[in-house]
């Protein structure tokens, strides 16, 4: 199974202010990553796939990279309504599928 | 506009079995695979299960396997998560969602571009 870990599980960040969230995998994955976003009460929305291809309709300030086993999340400047759960998952080697166990972002 | 809506959610006795479905609309649901995502309280996303459009092909967490089982009737756009043998650490909001990419009938990519809003399941006696 192959084991996906975030950090930091929490981060403090205020609006404007560039994040960075980091996903790593404990076995190559190549390119086979997602982000989502998960808001209080809400399903997971799809921000990325394939590492660095943002899905349909998210803004330009997120922006995935990475390959193999270290992955990076960007939000170039932050927005009152990114304070969110970020969870990053695997697709290359399954079953099972893998998720990380999340990164909150709260506000300062 | 592609929807889903989950169904069936509800309190069940520890060893008990249910049956969710998961509704779907705006697309041609058969050549899209489907997938079943839970949410403990206050937990992580977990995978559960997922199958092929034509439904030939089915994977499941270990943590189900034997005791769920996935199926879906393309004639009825309706994906199903039968449940057996419940227990605690099966409580969880369920999610199905939907590849974001059609790859065909027969394959399943999972990444997972639209999402119900989930139905919630008590196990407790």
Redesign the interface.
């Known amino acids: 199974e192959i084991v996906m870990t975030q950090s930091p599980a929490t981060l403090s960040v205020s609006p404007g202010e560039r994040v960075t969230l980091s996903c790593r995998a404990s076995q190559n994955i190549g390119t086979y990553l997602a982000w989502y976003q998960q808001k209080p009460g809400q399903a997971p929305r799809l921000l990325i796939y394939g590492a660095s291809t943002r899905a349909t309709g998210i803004p330009a300030r997120f922006s995935g990279s990475g390959s193999g086993t270290e992955f990076t999340l960007t939000i170039s400047s932050l927005q009152s309504e990114d304070f969110a759960v970020y969870y990053c998952q695997q697709f290359n080697n399954w079953p099972p599928i893998t998720f990380g166990q999340g990164t909150r972002l709260e506000n300062k | 506009e592609v929807q889903l809506l989950e169904f069936g959610g509800t309190l069940v006795q520890p060893g008990g079995s249910l049956r969710l479905s998961c509704a779907a609309s705006g697309f041609t649901f058969g050549t899209y695979a489907m997938?079943w995502?839970r949410q403990a309280p206050g937990k992580?996303?977990?995978?559960v299960s997922?199958i092929s459009g034509s439904g030939d092909s089915t994977?499941?967490?270990?943590s189900v396997k034997g005791r769920f089982t996935v199926s879906r009737d393309n004639s009825k756009n309706t994906m199903y998560l039968e449940m057996k043998s419940l227990a605690v650490e099966d409580a969880a909001i369920y999610?199905c969602?939907r590849d974001?990419e059609t790859s065909g009938i027969g394959g399943i990519?999972?990444?997972?571009?639209?999402?119900?809003?989930?139905t919630l399941i008590t196990v407790s006696s």
């Open positions: 997938t995502v992580g996303l977990e995978w997922s994977q499941y967490a270990d999610y969602a974001y990519i999972v990444v997972l571009g639209y999402w119900g809003p989930g």
